[in-house]
């Protein structure tokens, strides 16, 4: 929860291009799922078999995504 009140107060305060801010590992899922919301302009999931702990799918990430409005910045 950190970064992304981190990143959110930057992107508010300062940004001029767009920021992308994720954590890694299983703490990371957070970040990821929850990146437009903290003002992360991406987030990152892979396709397919995970590459390291904390990735989410693109469906489950599209389905989150779907459910919630969470990645959408509108």
Do not use: N, W, Y
């Amino acid at each position: 929860l950190r970064l992304a009140a981190c990143a959110r107060h930057f992107v508010d305060m300062f940004a001029q291009v767009p920021v992308i801010a994720v954590s890694m590992g299983e703490p990371g899922v957070f970040t990821r799922a929850f990146a437009a919301k903290f003002g992360s302009a991406a987030t990152f999931s892979s396709l397919g078999e995970d590459s390291a702990p904390g990735q989410i799918g693109l469906d489950v990430l599209v389905a989150f995504d779907k459910a919630t409005g969470c990645l959408s910045t509108h």
